[in-house]
């Protein structure tokens, strides 16, 4: 049997050879904006970084250095007024999740399309209110799910698709790292319920529950879920660790669990009626993807060219603005993660299965 | 980094050279006894199959060309009358579910150890019944669990327990086959609750919920689970499908599917603090089981001589009995399970979290 993935990481979404560049601001000068998003863009076709935004002008200044399109280094405040909007097109928010909403506000009203890190806010009320601006505003909001743009992903996408595996029946997937072992810092936002809305199912638990309902094309509509914690540092927060299990229509589930303080891993798996694919590892930039197929009692491991998962995403982002496209996943898309991620806390705390609610 | 699993498939469980031979009367002569049991202890060191026992004689007399030790065809009632009992030493009962405790009785009157196809039977009643016949009586009763004595289980229960991935975290597990394909007969037992309890938590959940107790060395004490059909053959049984998730105390959980209505796979995957232990293929007799940990950022798969579960299972029951050991797992170990997937099916119905019922 063959699969048709000699193009695998084929952008499939390009229609444009050379359609320009975007100008954009990040927000929030934490570790991966520097290490992962300044360098993505740095090899990036369609976009440059020309203005750095950081609630500390020392942070942001000492950054300018990381791209020779950098221009402006601004303070929050700053930004807020509307400093050195003329230099940007596009704001990257990568401000710990209870700051994303202020900087979508002043996006939406200097008239900035916005590239907004997942998840969305720290709860389902502000998360809403970016969902409210987006729909009465021209700007373009998208949320930075990068499995969306990651070519493992979206193959798994069009094999489930086209009936390769048959009907999807199960899901397995997991997301796990060492918090404390990577950011040896208890006051980290992560671990501020405020700053974050959660450490665990927030940051990492997302990854396993979009990249569900991305591949499945299908939305999740009752959760089971526990979560608990073994280090003192989690105590505020309450998840180190969760299992949680998403029920979608028709009977398929998935099986799914996160960790902040568990061994660096990852997969994703669906088991159809005629077969399975398997990514892994999967949800890591750091850590080469892997991707197979079962049917027919025969396995398929496809070896295929990384690529910087960022670089995919801003390219995207951009070429969309680029060629008057629509950005996805938009924020109504992004919005169903976090009532999924609400109903998954309340199914922990009621020893329930909860029905997540629709907008 | 090195592993000590130069000798992989050692039976680390043997200690005498030639016991003897242990002679066995099989109990029921289904496709699994004609295809897999009789076959294995032919290639078993320690065992012998010298009686068939059938509900139909014609099906008993069939079979008895499957092994040249093979002396006997007989009848259910003819073996509960004590016939050809002193042509073995114990019985293997492979019937459906709900039949296992009529056989057991029988031979706990006529002295004959039993090794007893799991789940030990169709209710948690029935199989309480089990565990006090064999609390009360001089015959050892093991539970067939043959991924206890699959050498890939063994290892990862070493490395669990020699601290090799840290302290376990998360479980993953799934088992799965297309049951109406490998048998296509609507009117096949494991689809009556009365036969089998359940078709798909009873029959293959079993082996993620066993082996990540017997691996993790720990036992869960509440459940989350959700089971589902889309086949009509599954309408009176109602599980074709099934997730669940098992909490064990200490905060670690496992997230475990099967089902009898999607493409045969199975893996089982602990993730600890410092790495990962994988086993996959991990249950199936009939494929290769696959074995790999990860650790301190490296992946090593350990290839190893694959062997016949069941020939395996089979020695080491009869080498318990000839050195007189008492085998394992025992009526005890195995009423967990019946407990445990009692609370899966309470749970799903209930759709809450269930605590697991201690005896």
């Excluded at 998840?119 to 970016?130: F, G, H, K, L, Y």
């Excluded at 405020?194 to 959760?223: C, E, H, Q, W």
């Excluded at 079962?294 to 060629?323: I, K, N, W």
Aim: hydrophobic share 40%.
């Amino acid at each position: 049997m063959e699969f048709p993935f000699e193009d695998f990481t084929l952008r499939d979404w390009q229609t444009a050879e050379d359609p320009g560049t975007v100008r954009v601001a990040m927000i929030g000068i934490g570790w991966w904006t520097r290490e992962q998003a300044i360098p993505a863009v740095r090899e990036s076709a369609f976009v440059d970084t020309t203005v750095l935004v950081s609630g500390s002008m020392g942070k942001a200044r000492e950054a300018t250095g990381l791209a020779p399109t950098i221009e402006h280094a601004i303070t929050y405040e700053e930004f807020h007024n509307g400093e050195a909007s003329e230099a940007y097109d596009a704001i990257y928010v990568c401000t710990p999740n209870a700051l994303h909403l202020p900087f979508v506000e002043t996006a939406v009203r200097l008239g900035k399309d916005v590239l907004c890190e997942k998840p969305m806010e720290a709860t389902v009320d502000r998360a809403s209110e970016i969902v409210d601006l987006t729909a009465d505003s021209d700007v373009d909001v998208m949320i930075a799910y990068r499995m969306q743009t990651e070519p493992a992903v979206r193959r798994a996408r069009e094999v489930v698709a086209a009936g390769l595996i048959g009907d999807p029946v199960q899901v397995h997937a997991n997301m796990s790292q060492p918090l404390l072992e990577m950011i040896p810092d208890p006051d980290q936002w992560r671990l501020d319920p405020d700053l974050s809305g959660g450490a665990t199912v927030m940051d990492l638990g997302l990854y396993p529950i979009n990249t569900a309902r991305f591949v499945l094309d299908k939305d999740p509509v009752a959760v089971q879920a526990r979560t608990t914690h073994d280090r003192a540092e989690f105590e505020d927060v309450g998840d180190e660790h969760a299992v949680f299990t998403l029920l979608f229509p028709d009977g398929v589930s998935a099986a799914c669990t996160a960790s902040q303080g568990a061994y660096k891993s990852s997969h994703f798996r669906v088991t159809g009626t005629e077969g399975e694919v398997v990514i892994e590892p999967a949800f890591y930039n750091s850590q080469d993807r892997g991707f197979r197929i079962s049917v027919g009692g025969e396995r398929y491991d496809v070896d295929f060219p990384q690529v910087d998962q960022m670089t995919e995403e801003f390219d995207y982002f951009a070429h969309c603005l680029l060629t008057g496209t629509e950005p996805y996943p938009d924020a109504e898309h992004g919005f169903v993660d976090m009532l999924t991620m609400e109903a998954v806390y309340d199914a922990d705390r009621r020893d329930q299965t909860v029905e997540i609610q629709s907008r």
